[in-house]
Each structure stands twice: as C-alpha cells, then as structure tokens.
C-alpha cells in the first residue's frame, strides 16, 4: 500500500502561481511514476503533468508552458509548479502515483480555485 499526501491548493488569483506538494509513503520503492492528475464536477480526471523514474515527463497540452512538474523518486515527492493561472485551472488536484505491476495511488484532491 501507498499512501499520499498533498498540500498547496488553495484560492489564487487570475495570472497568479501555486505549488503543489505530494509526499508518498508505504511501499514506494515500487513507485515508478508519479503525477499530478485534476478534475471538475462533471469530467473524467486528466493528467496535468507526470513524471517517470528515468526523468521522462508528460505536460498536458492545456498546461504546457505554465507547469513545471519535479518529481524526485528518492524522497517519494512530487511537485507542481503552475503559473500565469487562468480560471479553466479550476479544479480538484489529485498526486497519482503508479507501482510496477500497475496498481495506481490516489491522494485525497486538493482544491485549486483561480478567481477571475
């Protein structure tokens, strides 16, 4: 088992930065990709950034240029780096992490609200 903890979420202005914070613990030498996932009432959950243990990182479209994502597999944390926040990044952050064998971690969502 894994378990999750994020922090960092909060209320932010338009055009304003936020880092968010997510430390695993449990089994986490079979961690092998870590990521910062978000969601709306209505939507699927998607990806916002990730990274894997040989460095690879995936920065989705709609964030590209405004996230920066930091994962460091020794201390099991992952972090978030959002600027030039825009309302659309409203929304539940979530830390996901994957083990080898496929079984995936949630957090437990950290609110994000861009005001306008």
């Known amino acids: 088992q894994v378990q999750l903890v994020e922090s960092g979420g909060g209320l932010v202005q338009f055009g304003g930065s936020l880092r968010l914070s997510c430390t695993a613990s449990?089994?986490?030498?079979?961690?092998?990709?870590m990521g910062w996932y978000r969601q709306v009432p209505g939507n699927e959950r998607e990806l916002v950034a990730r990274?894997?243990?040989?460095?690879?990182?995936t920065i989705a479209d709609s964030v590209k240029g405004r996230a920066t994502i930091s994962g460091d597999f020794a201390k099991s944390t992952v972090d978030l780096q959002m600027n030039s926040l825009k309302p659309e990044d409203t929304a539940v952050y979530y830390c996901?992490?994957?083990?080898?064998?496929?079984?995936?971690?949630w957090g437990q969502g950290t609110q994000v609200t861009v005001s306008s």
């Open positions: 449990g089994r986490v030498f079979q961690i092998y990709d």
């Open positions: 996901g992490v994957v083990q080898y064998g496929g079984t995936q971690y």
């Open positions: 990274v894997g243990i040989g460095g690879g990182t």
